[in-house]
């Protein structure tokens, strides 16, 4: 069964350090990798996507994503956090091969401080 | 501008009372989705539909029921046999089995 997990419940950086939001996963085929964004009572808004080719998948909001197929992750970076960067963020997969189902991790809440 | 339109944004209802929930989208995708969002538990999967009278169930369809009769549409019905319905909803919708999924603004249940 596919799977994604999102290991930190919070992440804390300070405005205009690197930020890093933890995403693995577990696919039975090929993996379709997503990250999200939610403000509060929001909808999510799509941030990038990781289906196949580079590695390292650039985004909105100057947001990326390296996809790592020996350790399953998929972490989202950013080289200078902005304190509008505060939200939720969600990891997604869906399994290319065996299911049109999206599974989201629990999300992480990011906060930066100014 | 195109994108999913849900309804109402907050809505208040009696235990023993069936509550509908609206979904609409112009983005003339074929794929629509309900999921429902509970602190700290991410978001589950309610239904989805490929197409047009044609739907699946997820992983939490239980208490629940929805129809796609047209495309644009894909309403959801939290039915009275759901035990804690009090959660946010949210719909979106894809054009193509791995494209990503758009999202509505959410509504949000709260059963009195």
């Known amino acids: 069964a596919q799977s994604v997990a999102q290991p930190e419940d919070q992440v804390n950086v300070a405005e205009g350090n690197p930020l890093t939001v933890k995403c693995t996963y577990s696919?039975?085929?090929?993996?379709?990798l997503f990250w999200y964004v939610q403000y509060p009572n929001r909808g999510l808004q799509f941030l990038l996507k990781?289906?196949?080719?580079?590695?390292l998948v650039k985004g909105s909001y100057g947001f990326e994503a390296e996809f790592n197929k020996s350790q399953t992750s998929f972490h989202l970076k950013k080289p200078s956090a902005l304190v509008s960067d505060s939200a939720l963020y969600f990891c997604a997969v869906r399994d290319g091969g065996a299911t049109n189902k999206l599974i989201f991790g629990t999300g992480t809440l990011l906060a930066v401080q100014p | 501008d195109g994108g999913i339109t849900q309804s109402p944004k907050y809505l208040f209802r009696k235990e023993g009372q069936n509550v509908t929930l609206s979904c609409e989208q112009n983005l003339n995708h074929d794929a629509m989705y309900w999921y429902r969002q509970d602190p700290g538990q991410g978001l589950r999967l309610i239904y989805y539909s490929q197409i047009v009278n044609d739907f699946q169930k997820g992983d939490i369809a239980e208490g629940y029921s929805v129809s796609r009769e047209k495309k644009e549409s894909f309403p959801l019905t939290v039915t009275s046999a759901q035990k804690n319905p009090t959660a946010f909803y949210l719909c979106?919708?894809?054009?193509?089995?791995?494209?990503?999924?758009?999202f509505g603004e959410g509504s949000r249940l709260t059963v009195l």
């Open positions: 990781y289906i196949t080719g580079d590695n």
């Open positions: 979106a919708s894809s054009k193509t089995l791995t494209g990503e999924l758009f």
């Open positions: 696919v039975s085929g090929n993996p379709y």
